[in-house]
């Protein structure tokens, strides 16, 4: 097997962004160094046109796991350095494609020097090494058009460097260049892709999870935890604030009519979450609301909960398919998580009939019953801030914790 010795990343989007660019190059350099910092001996190096992550014997396997999930990578390449000497050249090559090439594959040789006084012009190399090539390999076929494997040759002022893959990274922006948002994350399916989808356009995002014990489970909080941490591997890190909300559920229940319950619940979410995100320094909301998908999420009744807040409330899945949202899902690998029957706050106090059409005066009018400040001030005071890092697990934690006490 062939020992890459660097990584060459294209940008995209990035291109496009004119005087910005430099800082979203700085910040696309950092979300890398952060999600490779377990391997102190790579170098990173980002330059205008591209970055080069020098590997220094570090597991290319490894880091290409990592790289898939950093937003803000187009494409990528696998190279490797060689001295400049056309022995070196054809040598490397012939390596690389034994190693890739797979029978009835087509391929070509694209050279690019910007080392103008080296031996060899672009069209000298291409010939001598692809005839190298024909005559040290069988069933080679040369494709100049659309072939199956390019061999890039790069012709450098301090070396020759060699790559034949085209590795596609998940594309979007940075995250961090968009600013900072809170997401209002439960235990189900839609605020994680939601969360994704977010993070995609360089929102760095702080996840705002209610829960309601006795109601609710400590697993089911661990849960909402551990979607938080298969998250943090597009991002890092991603802070965790966890609200208690069970005086405000039980208070709404005793004193207001049922029809409402759900309505006036989540205008308190959006509240504390409004309050949760001045606090933190952030701009916006963003929850996985999916327009008509349950009783809380008809346009009536999202106006009778926007009510509370001129906060920007962004909805990512609001206009998908619950089939599309299920398929995202088990893309970035939320899904069989999101579906353990843990039940979070909304479901365990969930009317049988609630309010499709709730009116934002009835809302307002049940609501003022009510010792708003003070219910909020109780749950503000009760939060708890913890940082998850990618993949980090609580299930089992908990489950382990359990078992010692038996």
């Given amino acids: 097997m062939v020992k890459y010795t660097e990584v060459m990343i294209r940008y995209g989007e990035l291109s496009t962004k004119g005087k910005n660019r430099k800082d979203f190059i700085g910040r696309l350099a950092g979300n890398v160094t952060k999600v490779l910092k377990d391997f102190p001996e790579v170098e990173i190096h980002p330059r205008h046109d ?7 014997g570090a597991p290319f396997e490894e880091i290409d796991k990592r790289l898939k999930k950093v937003f803000g ?62 005559d040290n390999m069988e069933n080679l076929e040369a494709e100049m058009k659309h072939p199956d ?68 489970s400590d697993k089911a909080l661990a849960k909402a935890k551990e979607l938080t941490g298969i998250l943090a591997n597009y ?9 208690p909300f069970a005086e405000i559920q039980e208070t709404i229940k005793e004193k207001l009519p049922e029809g409402y319950l759900m309505t006036i619940q989540r205008r308190f979410m959006l509240r504390l979450a409004d309050l949760i995100r001045q606090k933190r320094g952030g701009l916006a909301i963003f929850n996985g609301e999916s327009v008509g998908q349950v009783a809380s999420q008809t346009l009536e009744s999202m106006v009778a909960i ?8 962004l909805r990512p899945v609001a206009t998908m398919d619950k089939t599309e949202i299920i398929e995202r899902a088990q893309e970035i690998g939320t899904f069989d998580l999101s579906i353990e029957p843990f039940e979070d706050c909304c479901t365990i106090f969930a009317p049988p009939r609630p309010k499709t059409k709730p009116k934002l005066d009835k809302a307002r009018e ?10 909020i001030q109780r749950a503000l005071d009760g939060i708890e801030v913890m940082p998850i890092y990618p993949n980090q697990k609580f299930l089992d934690d908990k489950a382990q914790e359990d078992a010692d006490l038996l």
Avoid: C, W
């Fill in 306 to 313: 926007n009510d509370v807040t001129t906060t920007p409330v």
């Fill in 149 to 216: 494997l390019v061999l890039r040759i790069e012709v450098r002022q301090d070396a020759v460097y060699i790559s034949n893959q085209l590795l596609h990274g998940v594309g979007g922006m940075p995250v961090g260049t968009a600013g900072k948002a809170v997401m209002m994350l439960s235990g189900g399916i839609d605020s994680p892709v939601a969360s994704y989808l977010a993070l995609k356009r360089g929102v760095d995002i702080e996840m705002v999870h209610f829960f309601s014990p006795p109601y609710t």
């Fill in 73 to 134: 990578i187009q494409t990528y390449s696998p190279a490797i350095k060689v001295p400049k000497t056309l022995e070196d050249i054809e040598k490397t090559s012939l390596e690389l494609m034994q190693d890739t090439f797979e029978d009835g594959m087509t391929f070509k040789v694209n050279t690019k020097r910007s080392d103008h006084k080296f031996e060899y012009d672009t069209n000298q190399l291409n010939r001598m090494v692809g005839d190298y090539l024909f």
């Fill in 50 to 56: 591209r970055m080069h992550i020098v590997l220094n």
């Fill in 366 to 375: 049940y609501e003022a019953r009510l010792d708003v400040d003070g219910l």
């Fill in 235 to 243: 991002s890092g890190k991603i802070n965790f604030i966890a609200v």
